[in-house]
């Protein structure tokens, strides 16, 4: 009745999510320079001319270092952020956190060149580092909705029920808070990892003459001849990111059972 | 609540950093944004003064007017449509289906792919050689290839739709989700239909996530350049090639500085009015 | 000198003190319970004994050590949370031994002890059980047994009983009982269940709005109370106004309007009361009579409840109909009313 429709169209909306997703693996297979159908034929040579690509590996090696620093400085800075938030009632709390969610709402691109602007200002040059600074911009608030999400649903009453029970703050933090909130730790950790590692625009502005790997991926659109080459690479940044995220998420669903136990 | 009371400065202290962090990152760069736009250039570099020069030519200049215009209406739809899309799929999660957590997970997967690869993917999807065409061809259904797919507006709109879904569909599921059942089970309780059960409690209930999901959408959209430049031709160019192009090509910073915040105050003043708009009809609906 | 003494302590939160200068004195193996309604400030008086809240003013001292700067994890008192708080990362197991894990005793003791503790709050052989897969009623005997199992010198409870349903609640009582004359540890509960907190208690301290209101066995807050308050907090009272005219040796006589003037026992009034003062005369359900004359009325309401019956008659001249509890009652029609003296209270009508 109601349900059948609603289901078909959920369906139909999750191919229009998948198809052009799916465009990437299958060309990518495909033996021919031209991607357009008929196919011509299965072949694996695509993937083997990236093996051979070191400007593609470099620029994978930047995105992997400047992703892994993103992640850990913008979870760090999102967990200060949401314990303080939390578990103290703070004055102008909700203005600072709306101030901290700022970079949702402005565009990528003025995000980029102001920091351009800020570099130039400063005489520091364009750089990996600059990336991170940007990307910590995009990914603090991820982060802190992550973390904040989990905190609320902690219940404050253990931390007490530890120091009734004879453990000191370190030991509290150890014993309870820490295992209790590593799942979402982990989440805000995958979650900027990958937002790092996919994020063009900042990048784009900031990185000076090291590559990361969506600016090396733009610089081959141009070149006909390379695209099923970028197609495999896409595919194989597909399968990863899939497996990364149905980790994070089974990871952040340990230990926590909906609604929190304890009450 | 053992803490609430005292301790305020060690709040504070962790609340500083990031602050600081987000202050420097944020804060001073627009600052900087704001002076740079109102230097005076001459070729590539600065030269001495100040000058609202910029300005006048970024309001001035009937072309800049018109992209900004066109920029504005082409979010406008790329949010318009997401959000309709969206919804209804995010309403089937909410109330229809079992294992909401499988369902949340596939929505999500597409999106963790390069997006520039998604971009592009559409190119190939939609271009004169691209699998719709060459599809349709072999079987048959049309002579020549379809032309109006790319480097439009279209195809703009249905890119930016396509790979800001995510963005619609979790805060719209969020709010939906919260909904308290037993309300739903009152309205029909005192006489509500289905689909005036939906119009009077479900719609508005739900209206801070699509609210939320819209002003996700919106804003960032104004300021993308790469779905423009890769599938929009030159009639789907938008405003931040504009301003890329000042930054690159061209080495005009002040202007560019000027564009970038001309158009985040359009944008500001639009998203807010949109706010306070949809709030008022959601409390004149009831 | 009391094992737990509570002097003069006061606490606000920014505005009206929430507990004002409260002075308490609880004994060695006592159960003692903090009853009043909710806000009276009986939660964060527990709090303060247990060392969560710091009081503004005043002392607290334990077994004669002074308590005002020992943070609560030193403290000598372990506290079962309205919420439990069940680590939910720990199963039932390490749950209790949690805070036996810094003594750092050999593994066999440890063990033994949590065993022991298990069957005395009859969970044996659950040790082993997640914490998530746990019943409302089993939770509350993991935090009992996991406040227990640390030989405390008090142990605080937290409105341990609110989340449990009326059966449940009701055999807990006993047990908590049962527990406490077992392990011998003084409870100080506190609770917004007048039952509760009268079956269960050796003494109970009845609080409102941060001040303690009287302090006194069950049996006396019920047949004694000090104050209106405290009358009208404990079961149902009926409560009438009156003039005293004279305070002899052994009696006291009263006016008491509708009743007339009565002759009471001098020990039924409130302590302070004076010749010409203003009282409330008390009186509780159960010991109104039906009789052949008296005061006259109608009754108003009859509700029939098993052994007894409930029963409400308006006299002319109040507006407050009388409640009567009383088994074999007529349920309609004109009725007479006799007070006995002996069981009418005097209070003071001040507050």
């Not at chain 2, 065409?133 to 290839?145: A, E, F, V």
């Not at chain 3, 004002?20 to 609880?26: A, C, G, K, M």
Request: with cysteine; hydrophobic share 50%; charged share 15%.
């Amino acid at each position: 009745m109601k349900n059948r429709a609603l289901f078909s169209y959920a369906l139909a909306y999750l191919a229009f999510l998948y198809v052009p997703v799916l465009v990437l693996p299958v060309f990518s297979f495909n033996n021919s320079e031209f991607i357009a159908f008929p196919l011509s034929g299965f072949t694996t040579r695509w993937y083997g001319a990236l093996a051979g690509d070191t400007a593609m590996q470099h620029a994978l090696g930047n995105s992997l270092k400047v992703g892994l620093v993103t992640a850990l400085l913008s979870t760090l800075l999102g967990l200060t952020a949401a314990k303080a938030v939390t578990h103290y009632r703070l004055r102008g709390a909700g203005a600072a956190l709306g101030f901290i969610s700022l970079p949702l709402f402005i565009p990528d691109i003025v995000l980029g060149i102001s920091l351009l602007l800020l570099l130039g200002a400063s005489g520091l040059p364009l750089s990996l580092a600059a990336v991170v600074l940007g990307h910590m911009l995009v990914c603090v608030p991820f982060a802190l909705t992550v973390l904040i999400a989990r905190f609320e649903g902690f219940d404050r009453n253990l931390e007490e029920a530890s120091a009734d029970l004879g453990e000191d703050g370190w030991m509290t933090f150890w014993r309870v808070t820490l295992p209790l909130m590593l799942p979402g730790i982990v989440a805000s950790l995958l979650l900027t990892f990958i937002t790092s590692f996919d994020e063009f625009l900042v990048a784009y502005f900031l990185s000076g003459t090291e590559a990361t790997l969506p600016i090396y991926i733009w610089g081959q659109l141009r070149f006909p001849e390379r695209l099923p080459m970028v197609l495999a690479l896409g595919a194989i940044i597909l399968t990863a990111s899939v497996g990364l995220v149905v980790l994070a998420e089974y990871i952040r669903n340990l230990g926590v059972k909906k609604p929190m136990v304890g009450a | 609540m053992a803490d609430r009371g005292r301790n305020f400065r060690e709040g504070y202290a962790l609340l500083a950093p990031t602050l600081a962090v987000m202050g420097l990152a944020l804060a001073a760069p627009l600052l900087l944004m704001a002076i740079t736009s109102l230097k005076s250039q001459s070729g590539i570099s600065f030269s001495e003064g100040w000058t609202l020069s910029h300005y006048g030519e970024v309001l001035g200049r009937a072309s800049y007017r018109s992209l900004f215009l066109r920029s504005v209406l082409i979010s406008g739809a790329v949010t318009l449509v997401t959000v309709a899309l969206a919804y209804p799929m995010a309403y089937f999660v909410a109330f229809h289906a079992r294992r909401k957590f499988i369902w949340l997970v596939a929505l999500t997967i597409p999106f963790w792919t390069s997006y520039l690869l998604r971009v592009f993917a559409w190119k190939i999807i939609l271009g004169f050689n691209g699998v719709i065409n060459s599809g349709l061809m072999r079987l048959h259904l049309i002579d020549q290839p379809l032309e109006f797919l790319l480097y439009n507006p279209f195809a703009v709109v249905v890119t930016l739709a396509h790979a800001w879904a995510a963005f619609a569909i979790l805060p719209i599921y969020v709010s939906l989700e919260k909904i308290d059942r037993s309300l739903l089970e009152a309205a029909s309780d005192l006489g509500d239909s289905r689909f005036r059960r939906f119009l009077r409690v479900t719609l508005p209930l739900s209206m801070p996530g699509v609210i939320g999901a819209a002003i996700l959408i919106f804003v960032p959209t104004t300021g993308d350049f790469v779905t423009p430049q890769l599938v929009g031709g030159t009639k789907g160019t938008m405003i931040a090639n504009i301003i890329e192009v000042q930054f690159n090509a061209v080495g005009n910073w002040p202007l560019g500085a000027a564009l970038s915040l001309v158009s985040m105050a359009m944008v500001g003043v639009i998203a807010s009015l949109f706010v306070a708009a949809a709030r008022a009809a959601t409390r004149a609906a009831r | 000198m009391s094992f737990l003494s509570i002097s003069q302590v006061s606490k606000s939160f920014g505005g009206p003190p929430v507990v004002d200068r409260v002075d308490l004195e609880v004994q060695r193996g006592e159960f003692f319970s903090l009853l009043g309604p909710s806000g009276c400030g009986k939660t964060t008086l527990l709090r303060m004994i247990a060392g969560f809240e710091p009081p503004e003013s005043g002392a607290i001292a334990i077994d004669g050590e002074a308590m005002n700067h020992v943070p609560p994890h030193l403290r000598p008192t372990n506290m079962v949370f309205q919420s439990y708080a069940i680590f939910p990362h720990l199963n039932v197991f390490d749950n209790i031994a949690y805070g036996l894990r810094k003594l750092k005793l050999p593994k066999q003791t440890l063990r033994a002890r949590v065993e022991a503790m298990l069957a005395t709050v009859r969970l044996e052989g659950l040790g082993t059980r997640a914490a998530d897969q746990l019943s409302g009623g089993q939770r509350q005997r993991v935090a009992l047994a996991r406040a227990l199992v640390r030989e405390p010198k008090i142990l605080l409870l937290d409105e341990p009983l609110g989340a449990l349903d009326k059966r449940l609640r009701e055999t807990m009582q006993l047990e908590l009982r049962a527990l406490q004359r077992q392990v011998g540890i003084t409870f100080v509960l506190v609770t917004h269940d007048q039952e509760e907190a009268l079956s269960l208690s050796d003494r109970v301290a009845v609080m409102e709005g941060g001040r303690i209101l009287q302090v006194a066995s069950p049996r006396d807050l019920y047949e004694r109370p000090s104050s209106r308050a405290v009358a009208d907090f404990i079961g149902e009272i009926n409560f009438f106004h009156a003039t005293v005219r004279e305070i002899g040796g052994e009696t006291a006589t009263v006016n008491a309007g509708l009743l007339g003037i009565v002759t009471l026992p001098r020990a039924n009034l409130a302590a302070g009361i004076k010749t010409g003062d203003h009282i409330l005369l008390a009186i509780r359900p159960e010991h109104v009579r039906f009789a052949s004359d008296g005061v006259a009325g109608d009754i108003a309401a009859a509700t029939f409840l098993g052994e007894r019956s409930h029963i409400h008659v308006s006299i002319a001249g109040r507006s407050d109909p009388i409640s009567i509890s009383a088994s074999g009652a007529p349920a309609t029609g004109p009725v007479h009313l006799a007070f006995p003296p002996e069981k009418l209270m005097g209070l003071p009508a001040g507050d």
